[in-house]
């Protein structure tokens, strides 16, 4: 059976860059492709590279969880577990590992960033993070890996690390292909419209986290920056906080960016404004109260339990095959 398979880091409360820009395309696509096997897991392993507390990891990992199922997966779609309580996960990391190369991790973005921003104390798991990533994915073949636009550089190195065994080793991996949403699949900071609303930012104020309550979800948008022109008008470049509003509009209403341009002719900001807040509002509204349900259930715990030992059975497998090809340990039959 062909896969899909993707991830997101505790790191932080889910925002709706990550719902919009990710969580909400799984939600559609198990829909619309019954003839694939969904993987979707909680990568805590990644939120690790840099020092989390204890409590809050463990709260940070329940809450993720709760929260996939209450935006709208499926359990009985969508295998959803926990990257830590697969093990093949960080086994096959390694083997990665000694198939990639110092100078192609060195490249990566999201690494220069997070290590410039950080300065001193950077882990050599930082370093490695983009290898950890290709074998979260190598380990299932997926044929499509949805993400936003942010991580299209780990896909590719994914790729690339892929084919290199592929021709050492017979053909081990299916080349994964990166699924990035027509619309949304960058979604900007609210206070600073031309770099991306993010988990870590310190700035509260940037974004709209999906458990935020009807207050503050309308108070963030009415404070979010846009320009002086006070026409609704789609111009990435040249107006980046309008057109970032417009998106966050456009992805959960449906309406394309002529149908909003038409919808506001002659109206102002502050109009646009409230009605995206109740827009938001109306969105969150429903995934808040099943995620209330869920966040203590036995029907989490066991939804997990089920995804956990599909991934085992899976990743496993693929891992021992893997091992097999290089010439570890004592021939499988
Ligand atoms: P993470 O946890 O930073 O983000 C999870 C997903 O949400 C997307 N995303 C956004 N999309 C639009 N606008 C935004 N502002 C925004 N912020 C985040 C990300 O692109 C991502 O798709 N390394 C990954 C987690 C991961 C993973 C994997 C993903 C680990 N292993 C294997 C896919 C496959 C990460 O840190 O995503």
């Known amino acids: 059976m062909k896969r899909i398979l993707s991830g997101i880091q505790p790191t932080g409360s889910l925002n709706i860059g990550t719902y919009l820009g990710s969580v909400k395309n799984f939600v559609k696509l198990q829909d619309e492709l019954p003839d694939y096997e969904f993987f979707i897991f909680i990568a805590d392993l990644h939120a690790i590279t840099v020092y ?87 380990l299932y073949d997926p044929e499509y890996v949805p993400v936003g636009n942010d991580q299209k ?98 992805v959960i209403s449906n309406n394309s960016f002529e149908e909003i341009e038409e919808k506001y002719r002659g109206i102002g900001y502050k109009e646009f404004k409230e009605d995206l807040g109740e827009i938001v509002f109306q969105e969150l509204k429903p995934i808040q109260d099943r995620y209330n349900e869920l966040l203590n259930s036995k029907e989490l715990d066991s939804i997990l339990d089920k995804g956990r030992d599909r991934a085992f059975q899976v990743s496993q497998n693929k891992l021992f095959k893997t091992m097999d090809r290089i010439g570890l340990g004592r021939k499988r039959k």
């Open 52 to 138: 989390k507390d204890k409590q809050e990891l463990r709260q940070l990992t329940k809450e993720l969880a709760a929260l996939y199922i209450a935006c709208g997966l499926k359990p009985e779609r969508v295998n959803l577990f926990i990257q830590s309580e697969v093990p093949a996960h960080s086994q096959m990391a390694y083997l990665l590992q000694c198939n990639s190369y110092i100078g192609e991790l060195e490249r990566m973005t999201q690494y220069k960033e997070k290590s410039r921003k950080q300065e001193t104390g950077v882990t050599v798991g930082l370093f490695t993070y983009p290898t950890l990533m290709a074998a979260d994915i190598l």
């Open 153 to 250: 550089q780990h896909l590719e190195l994914t790729r690339d690390i892929a084919q290199r065994m592929n021709n050492k080793y017979n053909n081990i991996f299916t080349v994964p292909k990166p699924l990035i949403a027509e619309i949304g699949a960058k979604i900007n900071s609210l206070s600073d419209p031309t770099s991306k609303m993010s988990k870590s930012d310190n700035n509260l104020k940037a974004r709209i986290n999906l458990l935020d309550p009807e207050n503050i979800i309308k108070k963030r948008i009415r404070s979010a920056v846009t320009d002086s022109l006070g026409t609704i008008k789609y111009d990435l470049e040249n107006r980046p906080g309008i057109s970032n509003l417009m998106t966050i509009y456009s």
